[in-house]
């Protein structure tokens, strides 16, 4: 059995909380899920239940892709001892670094 990316899983729990706060009824959302997403009607109404706890929809979440990038061994070093100490994964790391640079690159572009 396949898991669903998280990407998949927002879709599908945002389109459960339209179907619930348009009123739809449990067993017609979850046919509705089963046969927009190719889902059993157990993982439909799994994903309605969930839905219906959180009570909004969840913010979509962007793939991610793998890439390899080359640095030098002291700049891994140090974002893996930083990874360990802010308890956040390399991936997290990078993206905000990243994200932070583009930031002031085009503030300043």
Do not use: C, W
Not at 33 to 41: K, T
Not at 47 to 54: C, D, G, T, V, W
Not at 58 to 64: D, I, K, Q, T
């Amino acid at each position: 059995m396949v898991r669903s990316t998280d990407a998949q899983k927002a879709e599908r729990l945002n389109a459960a909380h339209s179907l619930l706060a348009h009123g739809t009824g449990m067993a017609e959302a979850a046919v509705s899920l089963s046969r927009q997403f190719g889902l059993s009607r157990r993982q439909a109404y799994r994903y309605l239940q969930e839905a219906q706890e959180i009570g909004h929809p969840v913010p979509l979440v962007a793939p991610s892709v793998p890439i390899t990038p080359k640095m030098p061994a002291y700049v891994v070093r140090d974002v893996r001892a930083y990874s360990v100490i802010s308890d956040l994964t390399l991936s997290d790391i990078v993206t905000r670094a990243i994200t932070a640079f583009l930031a002031a690159v085009r503030g300043h572009g």
